[in-house]
């Protein structure tokens, strides 16, 4: 999946239903839609955050930088907490 579709999906499952009259509501059509949204937007952007952190240490591997075992794992564990990482 895209981050495009990703963003897709978390509006519908955001989305506000109607009501038996017909009348549009500010509840969702799905109860767990707005939580399923939100849990899918926080893995997407962990994922894009390992990326970059996979993407340091590759560079590392073939002729870029060189970087201790210490200052991978910093690079790694800075993926996966959203910490900032030079």
């Known amino acids: 999946m895209t981050t495009s579709d990703i963003a897709g999906l978390c509006e519908r499952l955001r989305r506000a239903g109607r009501n038996t009259c017909g009348m549009e509501t500010n509840n969702?059509?799905?109860p767990d839609g707005p939580k399923a949204a939100n849990t899918l937007e926080r893995q997407a952007a962990e994922?894009?955050?390992?990326?970059?952190?996979?993407?340091?240490?590759?560079r590392a591997s073939y002729g870029g930088p060189f970087?201790?075992?210490e200052a991978l794992q910093d690079i790694a564990g800075a993926a996966?907490?959203?910490e900032d990482h030079d």
């Not at 994922?47 to 590759?58: A, F, H, N, P, T």
């Open 47 to 58: 994922i894009e955050r390992l990326r970059g952190g996979l993407k340091k240490i590759s």
């Open 80 to 82: 996966l907490t959203g």
């Open 28 to 30: 969702p059509v799905n």
């Open 67 to 69: 970087y201790s075992v």
